[in-house]
């Protein structure tokens, strides 16, 4: 009995750990973000998966505002690539994602920031643990080794990031960031006028 509730006790300990992780990697990720620490952000993100990420929202935004004719969806979308190339170039890089994590707008963006950024500092006191709470309550898990965290949690949906965090190996790397509605269609114009 005794060796039961000890295993009971360690596997539950090594859940609760597990689900804490990627908590703790996206607060390693806003220090990071914070003290504009290219190195330590360079190692949480998967540049090529949130690549992927962005280039498929911007791409669905922007052929939503083409006139595609008789075009063929596949070629459009081909077209709209190369088209979209030098807007992600600018988005991809550790400089782009603080200015983006840090207020929620990129640095030349006319949309609105988010009031004091997309993470919040974590203080001891109620309205921040209410505000971690809210946040992990929020979370949705895609299985072991996928969460995707809506920041910040107290704005509304058309608002917030949603930030995707994947394990790889032993270390939580952020894979993808779906962007508020105004944004995408902001990037979409841009995309727009370097095509003109």
Same mark, same amino acid.
């Given at each position: 009995?005794?060796?039961?509730?000890?295993?009971?006790?360690? $596997?539950?300990?090594?859940?609760?750990?597990?689900?804490?992780?990627?908590?703790?990697?996206?607060?390693?990720?806003?220090?990071?973000?914070?003290?504009? +620490?290219?190195?330590?952000?360079? =190692?949480?993100?998967?540049?090529?998966?949130?690549?992927?990420?962005? #280039?498929?929202?911007?791409?669905?935004?922007?052929?939503?505002?083409?006139?595609?004719?008789?075009? +063929?969806?596949?070629?459009?979308?081909?077209?709209?690539?190369?088209? &979209?190339?030098?807007?992600?170039?600018?988005?991809?890089?550790?400089?782009?994602?603080?200015?983006? $994590?840090?207020?929620?707008?990129?640095?030349?963006? #006319?949309?609105?920031? /988010?009031?004091?950024?997309?993470?919040?500092?974590?203080?001891?006191?109620?309205?921040?643990? =209410?505000?971690?709470?809210?946040?992990?309550?929020?979370?949705?898990?895609?299985?072991?080794?996928?969460?995707? /965290?809506?920041?910040?949690?107290?704005?509304?949906? +058309?608002?917030?990031?949603?930030?995707?965090?994947?394990?790889?190996?032993?270390?939580?790397?952020?894979?993808?960031? =779906?962007?508020?509605?105004?944004?995408?269609? =902001? &990037?979409?114009?841009?995309?727009?006028?370097?095509?003109?």
């Amino acid at each position: 009995m005794r060796w039961t509730l000890r295993i009971s006790f360690l $596997l539950f300990l090594a859940w609760a750990i597990f689900m804490v992780s990627p908590f703790v990697a996206l607060y390693d990720l806003s220090k990071a973000v914070e003290a504009r +620490d290219v190195a330590r952000i360079t =190692e949480r993100v998967n540049f090529n998966a949130l690549r992927a990420s962005l #280039a498929r929202q911007i791409l669905g935004e922007y052929l939503k505002t083409q006139d595609l004719g008789g075009l +063929d969806r596949q070629a459009a979308a081909q077209a709209g690539t190369a088209t &979209l190339n030098p807007v992600l170039e600018e988005l991809i890089t550790p400089q782009a994602l603080i200015d983006l $994590l840090d207020d929620g707008q990129l640095q030349q963006s #006319a949309g609105a920031a /988010v009031a004091g950024g997309i993470f919040f500092p974590l203080t001891f006191d109620a309205a921040s643990f =209410e505000k971690a709470w809210r946040t992990f309550i929020l979370s949705e898990s895609q299985g072991f080794r996928s969460i995707t /965290v809506p920041l910040p949690a107290d704005e509304p949906k +058309d608002r917030q990031f949603r930030i995707t965090l994947r394990l790889s190996s032993t270390t939580w790397r952020l894979t993808g960031i =779906e962007l508020p509605e105004p944004l995408r269609k =902001e &990037l979409t114009k841009r995309a727009s006028s370097a095509t003109k």
